[in-house]
């Protein structure tokens, strides 16, 4: 029995009758559901209710699990935007769960094989398209209490489910590479060891393995290509069934939180898996094309392509910003997640035909009830005109700073890059928030998108060969390095001057003001061999190789994380003034090796040897209330020369003793007991030290 149901919510709703569907198009004539069988047998029952542009009817007699497509009759008309083509089966947007696969059969193209200007191709699809899963009414129990970590506490690991649970010997076969695995006690123990806060999950909504990846033997392992919102991806779980995928996600949320970890989300919500004019039609195309996506205004064939995968996402739409919110919404509230990190987030800002970067949505997002108290965090850019938005977020918002990332590997692998850009990066970057908080920025020196660290210092130019783009693929050059003898080395020397880079990386990281980020494997030496851009290598290229681990390097950034966490003046909240009582927005004094200080507002253009002193009891701030901290002193002796550099104390108008906890020059971090320093201090090349001070008695 089919009667009118409901407008909302959109997609299918299990109830104790049966199922209701409801699916918006603004083009469509009508709209079909196809139920499948076990044996794929389909039945379809044209929707009967109609409210504004939402389809919707109530199915009796069907039950969670039940699988489905959508079949949208309207206008092909692609040179007005519109594609409706009812021969395809299409996924339903809000679906929860999809299953099946995609083979790349020609009949998911419309318009024959990729030919945009071919007749069209109305040979069925439903054999090779994806279905949706009817989920069962959500049941909200109460669990395990979410760590709620604030900012100024968090270190953000950033890894792959797959990659870095798939090699790890101690976690069970048929658990590695899945949800569970990463929910092990393996690798829980690894985390808790680092003392990491948050792991932020590279993408996880259903994605799909581009064509071309599939007809070269390779696969889609970044994930930024969704062909959904909402539904998991199913290839990390290691249940069998749909609906057990989601069960395993949800263990896996809850057993992070009771280790004390936070589950960050890297969402894509700038572009889809459907490609351009000539890609496939797999869901929002054949529902409504000009709604979901942004086309050419004086071509509605073609896509208009600022986010360098074919197509973006209509974020202007008032159902595509709907469908964004209740995405987040759903991760949020019934997959219990707490943050997310928007790829190409500054896509979601853009408005109108100019696409104008305007911050209403993004405000909005922050606003909302369900998303008030969860991380957004911002990948600040896009290709589009002034595509760049660093800083430009809303209060509330954390920002991948890729000024922190290039600023300081160029101090550090550039023999004594810009000194002035080293120190406003290790102050939380308050040329860039200071209108906001350290918090805003996000500091990194590496990412999934680029070399790893031990790569970084290792290889001058990339190797990406066996991506199959006759290496072209990828940024072109490592340009912060010039090491003088590239790739792996038996070389005492080389090696030590490369451990010792390492360590300067991942310690000015550490004790910078703001929010660090790791990646996954750069504690261990994980190398990709050169690939720095292994978008496509779901294999050893990517995986995290555990038994390769380097247990001096892993106990480095555990000892890095813990003093971060013992002292808040390496993780303040508010932008401090300094020592002398002239409010200057990075709270920090600095010197050259003499001791000498650089006056307040003098433009720092020495490149090399530079001390960075981190007051710990500094009083005024930017609104002027006191923020007491009692905390130590703390500072950064930092020669990035080819040549030792003795360095001079500097006084801080206080009588205090000075303590050696950090020499990157050698493996160890916090030496038992500790050394005082005094006068003077030898830093050995290509290397820093951190010293910390304490008032006499």
């Given at each position: 029995m089919?009667?009118?149901?409901?407008p909302?919510?959109?997609?299918?709703?299990a109830?104790?009758?049966?199922?209701?569907?409801?699916?918006?198009?603004?083009v469509?004539?009508?709209?079909?559901?196809?139920l499948?069988?076990?044996?794929?047998?389909?039945?379809?029952?044209?929707?009967?209710?109609?409210?504004?542009?939402?389809?919707?009817?109530?199915?009796?007699g069907?039950?969670?699990?039940?699988r489905?497509?959508?079949?949208?009759?309207?206008p092909?008309?692609p040179?007005?935007?519109?594609?409706?083509?009812?021969?395809?089966?299409?996924?339903?947007?809000?679906?929860?769960?999809?299953?099946?696969?995609?083979?790349?059969?020609?009949?998911?193209?419309?318009?024959?094989?990729g030919?945009?200007?071919?007749?069209?191709n109305?040979?069925?699809?439903?054999?090779h398209?994806?279905?949706?899963?009817?989920v069962p009414?959500?049941?909200i129990?109460?669990?395990v209490e979410?760590?709620?970590?604030?900012?100024d506490?968090?270190?953000?690991?950033?890894?792959?489910v797959?990659?870095?649970?798939?090699?790890?010997?101690?976690?069970?076969?048929?658990?590695?590479?899945?949800?569970?695995?990463?929910?092990?006690p393996?690798?829980?123990?690894?985390l808790?060891?680092?003392?990491?806060t948050?792991v932020?999950?590279?993408?996880?909504?259903?994605?799909?393995?581009?064509?071309?990846?599939?007809?070269?033997?390779?696969?889609?392992?970044?994930?930024?290509?969704?062909?959904?919102?909402?539904?998991?991806q199913r290839?990390?779980?290691?249940?069998?069934?749909?609906?057990?995928?989601?069960?395993?996600?949800?263990?896996?949320?809850?057993?992070?939180?009771?280790?004390g970890?936070?589950?960050?989300?890297?969402?894509?919500?700038?572009?889809?898996?459907?490609?351009?004019?000539?890609?496939?039609?797999?869901?929002?195309k054949?529902?409504?094309?000009?709604?979901?996506?942004?086309l050419?205004?004086?071509?509605r064939?073609?896509?208009?392509?600022?986010?360098?995968?074919?197509?973006?996402?209509?974020?202007?739409?008032?159902?595509?910003?709907?469908?964004?919110?209740?995405a987040?919404r759903?991760?949020?509230?019934?997959?219990?997640?707490?943050?997310?990190?928007?790829?190409l987030?500054?896509?979601?800002?853009?408005?109108?035909?100019?696409?104008d970067?305007?911050?209403d949505f993004?405000?909005?997002?922050?606003?909302?009830?369900?998303?008030?108290?969860?991380?957004?965090?911002?990948?600040?850019?896009d290709?589009?005109?002034?595509?760049h938005?660093?800083g430009?977020?809303p209060?509330g918002?954390?920002?991948?700073?890729d000024?922190?990332?290039?600023?300081?590997?160029?101090?550090?692998?550039?023999?004594g890059g810009n000194?002035?850009?080293?120190?406003?990066?290790?102050a939380?970057s308050?040329?860039?928030?200071?209108a906001r908080?350290?918090?805003?920025?996000?500091?990194?020196i590496?990412?999934h998108?680029?070399?790893?660290?031990?790569?970084?210092?290792?290889?001058?130019?990339?190797?990406?060969?066996?991506?199959?783009?006759?290496?072209?693929d990828?940024?072109?050059?490592?340009?912060?390095?010039?090491?003088?003898?590239?790739?792996?080395?038996?070389?005492?020397?080389?090696?030590?001057l490369?451990?010792?880079?390492?360590?300067?990386?991942?310690?000015t990281?550490?004790?910078?003001?703001?929010?660090?980020?790791?990646?996954?494997?750069?504690?261990?030496?994980?190398?990709?061999r050169?690939?720095n851009?292994?978008?496509?290598?779901?294999?050893?290229?990517?995986?995290?190789?555990?038994?390769?681990?380097?247990?001096?390097?892993?106990?480095?950034?555990?000892?890095?994380c813990?003093?971060?966490?013992?002292?808040p003046a390496?993780?303040?909240?508010?932008?401090?003034?300094?020592?002398?009582?002239?409010?200057?927005?990075?709270?920090?004094?600095?010197?050259d090796?003499?001791a000498?200080?650089?006056?307040?507002g003098?433009?720092?253009?020495?490149?090399?040897?530079?001390?960075?002193?981190?007051?710990g009891?500094?009083?005024?701030?930017f609104?002027?209330?006191?923020q007491?901290?009692?905390?130590?002193d703390?500072?950064l002796?930092?020669?990035?020369?080819?040549?030792?550099a003795?360095?001079s104390?500097?006084?801080n108008?206080?009588?205090?003793?000075?303590w050696r906890l950090?020499?990157?020059?050698?493996?160890?971090?916090i030496?038992?007991?500790l050394q005082?320093?005094?006068?003077v201090?030898?830093?050995?090349?290509?290397?820093?030290?951190?010293l910390?001070?304490?008032?006499?008695?």
């Amino acid at each position: 029995m089919v009667t009118h149901g409901r407008p909302e919510p959109p997609g299918s709703t299990a109830d104790s009758r049966g199922v209701n569907f409801a699916v918006f198009s603004s083009v469509a004539e009508r709209v079909e559901v196809c139920l499948f069988d076990a044996d794929g047998n389909e039945q379809r029952i044209e929707l009967p209710g109609r409210t504004g542009t939402v389809w919707h009817g109530h199915i009796a007699g069907i039950e969670p699990g039940q699988r489905y497509g959508l079949r949208v009759y309207g206008p092909w008309r692609p040179q007005d935007g519109h594609r409706c083509c009812p021969s395809k089966l299409l996924v339903d947007p809000y679906a929860r769960v999809l299953d099946g696969t995609i083979d790349w059969n020609p009949a998911l193209f419309p318009s024959g094989e990729g030919d945009d200007h071919a007749p069209l191709n109305s040979e069925d699809n439903a054999r090779h398209a994806m279905k949706s899963v009817v989920v069962p009414e959500p049941v909200i129990q109460a669990g395990v209490e979410r760590p709620r970590t604030p900012a100024d506490q968090t270190v953000i690991y950033e890894l792959h489910v797959r990659g870095f649970t798939k090699l790890n010997p101690l976690i069970p076969p048929e658990l590695r590479g899945t949800y569970a695995g990463l929910a092990h006690p393996a690798s829980l123990t690894h985390l808790r060891r680092l003392g990491v806060t948050a792991v932020e999950l590279m993408p996880v909504q259903h994605f799909v393995h581009r064509r071309f990846m599939v007809q070269r033997g390779l696969r889609n392992f970044w994930g930024y290509d969704p062909l959904q919102y909402f539904a998991l991806q199913r290839e990390y779980a290691s249940h069998p069934t749909p609906l057990g995928a989601l069960t395993e996600f949800r263990e896996m949320v809850a057993t992070l939180h009771g280790a004390g970890i936070e589950v960050i989300m890297d969402v894509v919500f700038n572009h889809t898996g459907e490609g351009d004019e000539h890609g496939s039609m797999l869901c929002f195309k054949g529902i409504d094309n000009a709604a979901y996506y942004r086309l050419v205004d004086d071509d509605r064939r073609r896509y208009l392509n600022i986010t360098g995968t074919d197509n973006t996402v209509n974020a202007g739409h008032p159902q595509v910003r709907r469908m964004i919110l209740d995405a987040l919404r759903y991760w949020a509230g019934e997959m219990n997640v707490d943050g997310f990190r928007l790829d190409l987030a500054g896509v979601i800002g853009r408005h109108g035909a100019g696409l104008d970067f305007r911050r209403d949505f993004l405000e909005e997002l922050h606003r909302d009830p369900v998303l008030a108290d969860r991380k957004l965090i911002a990948e600040p850019w896009d290709l589009g005109s002034d595509g760049h938005q660093l800083g430009r977020f809303p209060a509330g918002w954390h920002e991948w700073n890729d000024h922190f990332r290039d600023d300081v590997r160029d101090y550090w692998l550039r023999r004594g890059g810009n000194s002035a850009a080293l120190v406003m990066r290790i102050a939380g970057s308050p040329d860039v928030f200071e209108a906001r908080a350290p918090q805003a920025s996000i500091n990194y020196i590496t990412s999934h998108d680029g070399f790893t660290l031990e790569d970084l210092v290792t290889y001058e130019k990339k190797y990406n060969q066996a991506n199959g783009e006759d290496n072209r693929d990828g940024m072109h050059t490592n340009l912060s390095w010039n090491c003088g003898f590239e790739g792996p080395s038996p070389d005492d020397w080389i090696r030590s001057l490369r451990d010792r880079e390492r360590r300067n990386l991942l310690t000015t990281m550490m004790l910078s003001q703001g929010i660090p980020m790791l990646l996954a494997g750069d504690e261990m030496g994980r190398t990709q061999r050169g690939n720095n851009n292994a978008y496509c290598q779901d294999n050893e290229i990517s995986w995290v190789d555990w038994t390769r681990a380097e247990n001096d390097l892993v106990d480095f950034v555990a000892e890095l994380c813990r003093l971060r966490k013992e002292h808040p003046a390496l993780r303040r909240t508010l932008w401090l003034a300094s020592a002398d009582g002239h409010v200057r927005p990075d709270g920090l004094r600095y010197f050259d090796s003499h001791a000498k200080e650089v006056p307040v507002g003098e433009t720092l253009s020495v490149h090399g040897p530079l001390e960075i002193l981190l007051p710990g009891r500094d009083r005024s701030v930017f609104d002027r209330r006191s923020q007491w901290t009692n905390d130590a002193d703390f500072l950064l002796l930092c020669n990035p020369r080819d040549q030792d550099a003795v360095f001079s104390i500097p006084s801080n108008g206080r009588t205090t003793s000075w303590w050696r906890l950090i020499d990157t020059a050698t493996a160890a971090a916090i030496r038992a007991p500790l050394q005082r320093v005094s006068g003077v201090a030898t830093v050995r090349a290509h290397s820093m030290i951190v010293l910390m001070g304490t008032e006499m008695r």
